[in-house]
């Protein structure tokens, strides 16, 4: 693993990797915030995964996270949203599928089923990096995202709880096999039949998770892909009928921007730490 770019934020350290992946079988890259460097102990670890067409450079630069999670002396874990660089036909024609559109599935479909695991790599290969080499610590892990990664983090805390302890959303993907993005995506790394589609689609996993802890979602109204492509309404009453513990949080003008996750990162943050205290 090789420390590409370091720099000096908020009384911690930023750094980029850049790495050999097994479950994507190609180079990958990913950002680190330490807000305590020179401290051996372990810290609970934020894993923040980003939405279509994003890199990890987004959330690094743009939602200001690295302030409040050095108030909570908590560690950001921040990945790429898909391979780079493996040279399959199509994989950068569209903006909503292949490069930069990962989804977080692990794809059954050729040719993507030999490098877009990104499903393994953000529960399992990733965290064991960031807790064997990097000071994180295993038993407090939590996990958030932005549309496609607020997908993501759903998905990833739902199925595996004994994994993350904590789980929030900047307006998600809510329900996949019923959006057009989702449906494009599905169809292309899953193959046409539906009833494969299930396992990674936030609304039907709750019927069958473990996950008890309460998981924040916040959504602008004026966000252009409200109604068709995000619906948390869908969300809202697939945990109510799980009787799981859903605060959706509905905010009056904002879209679905950085100028929306920056508003209200802090919350996030605080929400986080509250389930990852020692």
């Known amino acids: 693993m090789e420390c590409i770019q370091e720099v000096r934020t908020f009384g911690g350290t930023q750094k980029v990797f850049r790495h050999e992946s097994t479950s994507t079988r190609c180079d ?28 990890w450079a987004n959330v690094a630069e743009k939602a200001g996270a690295q302030r409040f999670a050095a108030e909570h002396n908590m560690m950001l874990v921040m990945p790429d949203t898909s391979p780079r ?30 490098h877009y695991r990104m ?20 038993d407090r892990f939590g996990i958030t995202g932005h549309s496609m990664g607020g997908h993501g983090a759903l998905i ?7 994994i993350f302890r904590s789980c929030s959303a900047f307006a998600p993907i809510t329900h996949p096999m019923q959006c057009p ?7 292309g790394y899953l193959g046409p039949d539906r009833t494969n589609w299930a396992q990674w689609d936030a609304c039907e996993l709750v019927q069958a998770t473990t ?4 998981i924040l979602v916040d959504q602008g109204d004026a966000d252009p892909f409200l109604e068709i492509q995000l619906r948390p309404d869908q969300l809202q009453s697939a945990f109510d009928k799980a009787n799981l513990n859903l605060q959706l949080r509905m905010h009056r003008g904002y879209d679905h921007s950085y100028y929306f996750i920056s508003s209200f990162m802090a919350d996030h943050l605080e929400h986080h730490a509250k389930f990852l205290s020692p």
């Open 28 to 55: 990958m890259e990913f950002a680190v915030f330490d807000p305590l460097p020179d401290t051996s102990v372990p810290k609970p670890t934020l894993f923040y995964l980003s939405g279509l067409t994003c890199t």
């Open 85 to 114: 660089g493996v040279e399959l036909a199509g994989e950068d024609d569209d903006y909503d599928f292949g490069s930069g559109a990962g989804f977080y599935i692990n794809a059954t479909e050729a040719p993507w089923s030999r």
């Open 119 to 138: 499903f393994d790599y953000v529960t399992s290969e990733l965290p064991k990096i960031v807790s064997t080499e990097l000071g994180g610590d295993p």
């Open 156 to 162: 990833c805390a739902l199925k595996h709880p004994e």
């Open 181 to 187: 993005w989702g449906e494009k995506a599905f169809t």
């Open 211 to 214: 996950f008890d802890g309460l």
